[in-house]
Nanobody
Framework: VQLQASGGGLVQAGGSLRVSCEAS????????MGWFRQAPGKEREFVGNIGWVSGLTAYADSVKGRFTISRDSGKRTAYLEMNFLKVEDTGLYYC????????????WGQGTLVTVSS
């Protein structure tokens, strides 16, 4: 599975941005797609995920109510819609795929930079 993330950019606090992650290769084997982020000087943290078939989502408390994850299985693409962005949301955002039969996220996109200015 190969993942290509896109859509990052610069946005003012309170604004919105959507990032996308397109899967190729053995995309049919994806069980769930996760989003993670890494702020400067900090460790990577979980943002949320979505069941590839079920569409069920889960979010970190820090983004709950502001971020929405969706997917278009036909386009093999997952989306992270970010609203009411805060300066502390700044970071590199990564998508990751968990394949069926695996025990963790094994495939990672290259990361897309989201910068929120005050």
């Amino acid at each position: 599975v190969q993942l290509q993330a896109s859509g990052g950019g610069l946005v003012q606090a309170g604004g919105s941005l959507r990032v996308s992650c397109e899967a190729s290769g053995r995309a049919f084997s994806i069980l769930r797609m996760g989003w993670f982020r890494q702020a400067p000087g900090k460790e990577r943290e979980f943002v949320g995920n979505i069941g590839w078939v079920s569409g069920l989502t889960a979010y970190a408390d820090s983004v709950k109510g502001r971020f929405t994850i969706s997917r278009d299985s036909g386009k093999r693409t997952a989306y992270l819609e970010m609203n009411f962005l805060k300066v502390e949301d700044t970071g590199l955002y990564y998508c990751a795929a968990w394949q069926a039969g695996r025990s963790r996220y094994e495939h990672w996109g290259q990361g897309t930079l989201v910068t929120v200015s005050s």
